[in-house]
């Protein structure tokens, strides 16, 4: 069982290095020692990872990739590849949900110092949204999906970065130790591609 998390602003931690002056170190923590099993998707996961979301965007990387398979977090409710004109609903425990995150620390860490470590994290990334939700198979309840800090990345933005993977694995380390550094440990971050509509 996790440990307790804060429940009041006044348990958030506050730091001078609230704001990092690099993305190498977040509040003294060296960024790169983090998530040392960190990988890309492949192809199949970053495709089927949201199979079941209505939008399907593309799973660019996530914190828990080093430890967690992909297919026990997300996985398609039908081989993505078979029965396509089926409607997906017909199978709703299996499909993947965005829901408010309802109680969670974050709520309250948000606001004092969590936001500013995220968005600093961030820095370098062309990202265009950052949602607090919690992600997880409908079969699930709420408590169960993990809280996900969900970055979007236009696909445009991402054909332009050199080296798209490196980029992305330094920002998800950044993360991680901006959730860290608020006793977030719970808290996971995935980035995907993301189409902003206005």
Not at 14 to 22: A, C, I, Y
Not at 48 to 77: C, F, I
Not at 149 to 171: R, T, Y
Request: proline share 11%; with cysteine.
């Amino acid at each position: 069982m996790a440990s307790p998390l804060p429940t009041s602003p006044e348990k958030c931690k506050e730091s001078d290095k609230s704001t990092p002056s690099n993305i190498e170190e977040t509040d003294g923590v060296n960024v790169d020692a983090l998530l040392p099993l960190l990988e890309p998707p492949g192809d199949f996961e970053a495709w089927a990872y949201y199979w079941a979301l209505p939008s399907q965007p593309k799973l660019l990387g996530r914190t828990s990739s080093g430890t967690v398979p992909w297919w026990r977090l997300s996985e398609p409710h039908k081989e993505p590849y078979e029965d396509l004109d089926e409607d997906p609903i017909s199978e709703p425990e299996n499909d993947s949900v965005l829901r408010p995150i309802g109680p969670h620390a974050i709520k309250e860490c948000w606001q004092v110092s969590t936001s500013r470590r995220v968005c600093a994290a961030l820095k370098g990334l062309p990202w265009d949204s950052v949602d607090l939700l919690r992600i997880g198979r409908a079969s699930l309840t709420p408590r169960e999906r993990p809280v996900v800090v969900w970055v979007g990345v236009s696909p445009k933005a991402i054909a332009e970065i050199e080296a798209p993977w490196d980029l992305i694995a330094s920002k998800l380390r950044a993360v991680r130790a901006a959730l860290d550094a608020d006793n977030l440990t719970d808290v996971e971050c995935e980035i995907r591609t993301s189409e902003i509509s206005r």
